[in-house]
Each structure stands twice: as structure tokens, then as C-alpha cells.
């Protein structure tokens, strides 16, 4: 007997869409990928999300999750900004999506729904106080304190990426600047104090969190700074008020961001 579809998934970027479908035990039933359209503003992107999605809808979908990448207005179900999408300002994503297929619809950042899913590993399954950092394109954060996810006054708490950071040249740039691919490629030479920028930008987290773990992330993380464990921790040590400093992880190569954000929709 076929399992019946349940929920469905979208883990949104802006160089692929994967969609995910769950039975009413989040057991993942079918994955699907596809290369996103950004050639076509904003009606070919919703265009090609509505037909991804219209290919596995049925009566029986209890809610679609969106996990996209950018500023979101939760509440609202508004994909206020994702400058790698072409969106635009303000796409009211959840009422659009809501009208069309007539369910539950909940929109989030893609960050958000990594932790949500992330959390549930057996390894941090009783950790209640849990950072994520993902360095890619750009830098992305959320936070997991005494079990919630916290999203702040308007929803946009975890955007660690746009801290502030002092170089000693008294140049100001922000954490995604010191450490990001985009601004790797502009500033070749980041590369050389890519480390000590990116235990600076962890060592601020520690001090304004103290979480038990953080949970790190993303291509610029894998190819650069995935064997600096110690080195980091070295470094968050030395800005700490106890020389204390949290277990750095790597994310779990199986955690599923779609998988996340319909976690998120049933709680």
C-alpha cells in the first residue's frame, strides 16, 4: 500500500530547489531537485515553484513548509528580502501559496529549519542551548536557547552574518565580509586571516549566547576551516570571560532543511 503524502518540504536556494514529501510520521517518502530559474524574475520563480509543487500535491497534504534564504517576516509569511532570489521586496509567499492550494503553509529561514532538524540528531537530542553558523555565498546563523528557536521582535533574530567586525586597519566590515565565499573571491587576500575572522565572529556568539554547541557549515566552512577545529576553539578561548569555549561540530551530512521546516509547521 503507497503511503499517502501528508506534508510537503521546500528547501529553497539560489542555485537549486529540493522538495521533500512526509507521511504523518515525517518518514520522507519522494526528493526531488531542480536547478532554480533566477533568468526570469519573479514570475519565473514562482512559476517553477508552483509546478514543482503542483506535481506532488493532493487532497490528502495536511501543509507545505518553505525554508528560503534571506530576511522572513514569520508571522506574516513574508519573504521580505533574499538577495540571491529574484523575488524581490516583500513577496507575500505564504497568502500566494495559501490561496493556490487551499492548506497550512509555513514560510522560515532556511537556517531555522536546518537547526529545527539538526536538534534532533541522538547527539544533541538533550542539548538545549545550540548555535548554527553556515559559511557559503553568504554567512547564516540561528539559535536553539533553553530548547526554542528564537526569532527575535520581527522574526529576524540569527543574522549573525551582518555583525559588525573591526579589522585592524580600522576598516569596518561585517562577519560575512571577513569569511564569506562572495567576499573571498572579491578580496582574495581574506584568505590569509580567514581563521582568526572567523574565531572572532564565533568568539562574539559565545559571549553573547554561551551555548553548549555550535554546529558549523557550508562550503567556505568544508574547504577552509573544517580541520581549524582547535584552532577556533583556541581562539574563542582567548575572548571568553572563563576561557570557556562550546564544542565546535560539524552539521549532520543527513539533515534535511526541508525535513526542518515541516518539523517546524507541526509544532
Do not use: W
Amino acid at each position: 500500500m503507497i503511503k499517502k503524502i501528508k506534508y510537503i518540504g521546500l528547501d529553497v536556494g539560489g542555485s537549486k530547489i529540493l522538495i521533500q514529501t512526509f507521511d504523518d510520521k515525517l518518514n520522507t517518502l519522494e526528493t526531488k531537485q531542480i536547478k532554480t530559474d533566477t533568468l526570469h524574475g519573479k514570475a519565473g520563480f514562482l512559476k517553477q515553484l508552483y509546478g514543482l509543487i503542483d506535481a506532488f500535491f493532493s487532497q490528502s497534504v495536511k501543509g507545505i513548509g518553505v525554508a528560503v534564504p534571506g530576511i522572513v517576516d514569520r508571522a506574516n509569511g513574508v519573504l521580505v528580502r533574499a538577495p540571491h532570489l529574484p523575488t524581490g521586496k516583500d513577496l507575500k509567499l505564504k497568502s500566494l501559496l495559501k490561496k493556490r492550494y487551499k492548506t497550512t503553509v509555513f514560510l522560515d529561514n532556511d537556517i531555522n529549519g536546518f537547526l529545527a532538524e539538526e536538534s534532533q540528531n541522538s547527539a544533541l537530542k538533550k542539548t538545549k542551548n545550540i548555535l548554527a553558523v553556515m559559511v557559503g555565498t553568504g554567512v547564516g546563523g540561528a539559535a536553539i536557547v533553553e530548547g526554542k528557536l528564537v526569532y527575535g521582535k520581527d522574526g529576524f533574530a540569527g543574522e549573525f552574518g551582518h555583525m559588525v567586525i573591526c579589522k585592524s586597519d580600522k576598516k569596518r566590515m561585517t562577519f560575512e565580509q571577513n569569511t564569506s565565499g562572495h567576499y573571498l573571491k572579491k578580496y582574495p587576500r581574506l584568505k590569509k586571516d580567514l581563521v582568526e575572522n572567523f574565531g572572532i565572529g564565533l568568539s562574539n556568539l559565545n559571549l553573547i549566547f554561551n551555548p553548549e554547541v555550535i554546529v558549523l557549515g557550508g562550503s567556505v566552512y568544508y574547504h577552509h576551516l573544517a580541520d581549524k577545529k582547535q584552532q577556533l576553539t583556541t581562539i574563542i578561548r582567548q575572548h571568553s570571560l572563563a576561557k570557556q569555549a562550546p564544542k565546535l561540530v560539524d552539521a549532520g551530512s543527513r539533515t534535511s532543511v526541508a525535513k526542518g521546516v515541516v518539523r517546524l509547521l507541526i509544532n
